[in-house]
T-cell receptor, first 112, second 111 residues
Framework: DAKTTQPNSMESNEEEPVHLPCNHS???????IHWYRQLPSQGPEYVIH???SNVNNRMASLAIAEDRKSSTLILHRATLRDAAVYYC?????????????FGKGTRLSVIA | EAGVTQSPTHLIKTRGQQVTLRCSPI?????VYWYQQALGLGLQFLLW???????NRGNFPPRFSGRQFPNYSSELNVNALELEDSALYLC??????????FGDGTRLSIL
């Protein structure tokens, strides 16, 4: 699975939108972009994934650049509960159910 | 639907001892993964079981081993414990190409 680059940390005010960037300049045409997050004292949880088009679900939105070399996870209104480490992970189409490769992720702090 | 459950939640052992950690996957999930999250080292893949077989292992010594039972639950065994084995051990499960679901882990402390 190709490598991703994320900022070490970010800070947001509560109820403001948060844009978490991820660079993946070596992404291949069949790599999916996955996001997981890990809240304090919990295991990681799946957030969202996409291939080319922007994706929305109840947790977040994923905006994917046209050249697919970068993507942004968008939390529309940050809450204190969103404080976590966010991981951007590339998964090849043929990765199937192989293990995830985690980088260091971005630690998001939310200020009340 | 019950999530991935792990036991015990916390464990304290001494160097040289052996430990067994347990994981029950989400009902219907056939793949189980073990990850280690040591302080400062991030999440590292340990072992992957699918349909009762070991499919892959990460860069860990042979004293880390495990198995998957016919009901798809899994055990992780660590022999000859060392201080650097102190970590959070996370289990995840999935079915096919679906996202992985994680338990909240077992915190292992080695004295």
């Amino acid at each position: 699975d190709a490598k991703t680059t994320q900022p070490n940390s970010m800070e947001s005010n509560e109820e403001e939108p948060v844009h978490l960037p991820c660079n993946h300049s070596t992404i291949s045409g069949t790599d999916y972009i996955h996001w997981y997050r890990q809240l304090p004292s919990q295991g990681p949880e799946y957030v969202i994934h996409g291939l080319t088009s922007n994706v929305n679900n109840r947790m977040a939105s994923l905006a994917i650049a046209e050249d697919r070399k970068s993507s942004t996870l968008i939390l529309h209104r940050a809450t204190l509960r969103d404080a976590a480490v966010y991981y951007c992970i590339l998964r090849g189409l043929n990765s199937g159910n192989t293990p995830l490769v985690f980088g260091k992720g971005t630690r998001l702090s939310v200020i009340a | 639907e019950a999530g991935v459950t792990q036991s015990p939640t916390h464990l304290i052992k001494t160097r040289g001892q052996q430990v067994t950690l347990r994981c029950s996957p989400i009902s219907g999930h056939t793949s189980v993964y073990w990850y280690q999250q040591a302080l400062g080292l991030g999440l590292q893949f340990l072992l992957w079981y699918d349909e009762g077989e070991e499919r892959n292992r990460g860069n860990f010594p042979p004293r880390f081993s495990g198995r998957q039972f016919p009901n798809y639950s899994s055990e992780l065994n660590v022999n000859a414990l060392e201080l650097e084995d102190s970590a959070l051990y996370l289990c995840a499960s999935s079915l096919g190409y679906q996202p992985q679901h994680f338990g909240d882990g077992t915190r292992l402390s080695i004295l």
